[in-house]
């Protein structure tokens, strides 16, 4: 497994963390709320947080399985992606990813995961990549799609929101052997 390696696309450049990283991630993400809504999870939400995640991105680059990529549009940052939870065994994945808020509506994620999504099967020869998101979030499941995942599930109340409440999760997933048909 080669791991996290720089990736282009027709308008994206995916390239590795770096510590420079940290200050704009949590500014892009961990501070706006609209960003955080659907995510049940927030490892930029504070300066130190933010820090500490993009270390053990870096770190983690020295493992087979790690990947954690800064999507780029020209020179400007506009979100992440990454695969994490390598289970071995059944040769699966999770991807994620997030877009900053002022780069929504551009086509950023779709273009990023499917990109992230065709490396992990195509050169990774992971054999299943799987992802979740809100319910309520139209945008993040029609990414999923865009990029060959379907839906295979939903968890109902199984999302803590900010607030306290409970939302349904949707589980998307893709086998390498079905990918793109």
Not at 11 to 31: F, S, V, W
Not at 128 to 139: G, L
Not at 152 to 157: F, T, V, Y
Request: charged share 25%.
């Amino acid at each position: 497994m080669d791991g996290t390696i720089k990736l282009t696309t027709k308008r994206l450049i995916l390239r590795k963390e770096t510590m420079a990283d940290a200050e704009l991630l949590y500014n892009a993400l961990g501070c706006d709320p609209q960003i955080t809504q659907y995510t049940g999870w927030n490892p930029y939400a504070t300066r130190a947080s933010a820090s500490e995640k993009v270390a053990e991105d870096i770190r983690n680059y020295e493992k087979p399985g790690c990947y954690a990529w800064i999507i780029q549009h020209g020179e400007e940052v506009v979100g992440t992606v990454g695969a994490y939870g390598y289970d071995p065994d059944a040769s699966s994945i999770e991807i994620g990813y997030s877009i900053f808020r002022a780069s929504w509506g551009n086509g950023f994620a779709s273009e990023a995961v499917s990109e992230a999504v065709r490396y992990l099967f195509e050169n990774e020869w992971i054999n299943r990549v799987h992802a979740w998101c809100h319910s309520e979030n139209a945008a993040s499941s029609k990414v999923l799609e865009r990029a060959g995942l379907r839906q295979e599930g939903l968890l109902k109340r199984a999302i803590r929101n900010s607030d306290g409440s409970l939302s349904d999760q949707k589980l998307y997933g893709a086998i390498y052997k079905e990918w793109g048909l």
